[in-house]
T-cell receptor, first 115, second 112 residues
Framework: KAGVTQTPRYLIKTRGQQVTLSCSPISGHRSVSWYQQTPGQGLQFLFEYFSETQRNKGNFPGRFSGRQFSNSRSEMNVSTLELGDSALYLC??????????????FGPGTRLTVL | EDQVTQSPEALRLQEGESSSLNCSYTVSGLRGLFWYRQDPGKGPEFLFTLYSAGEEKEKERLKATLTKKESFLHITAPKPEDSATYLCAVQVYGTSYGKLTFGQGTILTVHP
């Protein structure tokens, strides 16, 4: 079974621009979560989508947004980029079984550099 | 607020020298605790999920255990290829859909 895929793998942008990152989950997985990873803050939760609905959101400004499509693929968008947005952006997918904590499987990440 | 603390921050071992990594957590209600391994520039790779105190899981040279306050990742006779950052994360009950709270990780280096 193919794993989680993310595109692009690397991205360089300048301050003020916007960026869209894409994530394709493992086949059959309907939940997609996004995380930001930086050396100083570690892995921080951005938001989670299930059945095209955002069910949860972390403590990030409104410049960070996302969406999920009917095939469970997800995109996240960052508008008005700041230098501090430079990070590894990770997407993770999981089954939603309801009873137990669902294991999240991560993609390789998109390395965003803001100049 | 849910908190996860990992120790030590870094650990250097000689090949074959067994040791343990610690993950302490303070949460409102634990739904599951996860261990991941992350190599530089890559996404975290899933290792184990633990659900309740007393539970243990093993995979090759790794064994994860869980108590009501902490989890340990025991590494037996490590090899250089075990060098990586090991991350611990928790999911809690309530409206925490899809949210894992991570510790800062332990950087493990195994010398031949």
């Amino acid at each position: 079974k193919a794993g989680v895929t993310q595109t692009p793998r690397y991205l360089i942008k300048t301050r003020g621009q916007q960026v869209t990152l894409s994530c394709s989950p493992i086949s059959g997985h309907r939940s997609v979560s996004w995380y930001q990873q930086t050396p100083g803050q570690g892995l921080q939760f951005l938001f989670e989508y299930f059945s095209e609905t955002q069910r949860n959101k972390g403590n990030f400004p409104g410049r960070f947004s996302g969406r999920q499509f009917s095939n469970s693929r997800s995109e996240m968008n960052v508008s008005t980029l700041e230098l501090g947005d430079s990070a590894l952006y990770l997407c993770a997918s999981s089954l939603v079984t309801g009873a137990w904590a669902d294991t999240q499987y991560f993609g390789p990440g998109t390395r965003l550099t803001v100049l | 607020e849910d908190q996860v603390t990992q120790s030590p921050e870094a650990l250097r071992l000689q090949e074959g020298e067994s040791s343990s990594l610690n993950c302490s957590y303070t949460v409102s209600g634990l739904r599951g605790l996860f261990w991941y391994r992350q190599d530089p520039g890559k996404g975290p790779e899933f290792l184990f999920t633990l659900y309740s105190a007393g539970e243990e899981k093993e995979k090759e040279r790794l064994k994860a255990t869980l108590t009501k306050k902490e989890s340990f990742l025991h590494i037996t006779a490590p090899k250089p290829e075990d060098s990586a950052t090991y991350l611990c994360a928790v999911q809690v009950y309530g409206t925490s859909y899809g949210k894992l709270t991570f510790g800062q990780g332990t950087i493990l280096t195994v010398h031949p």
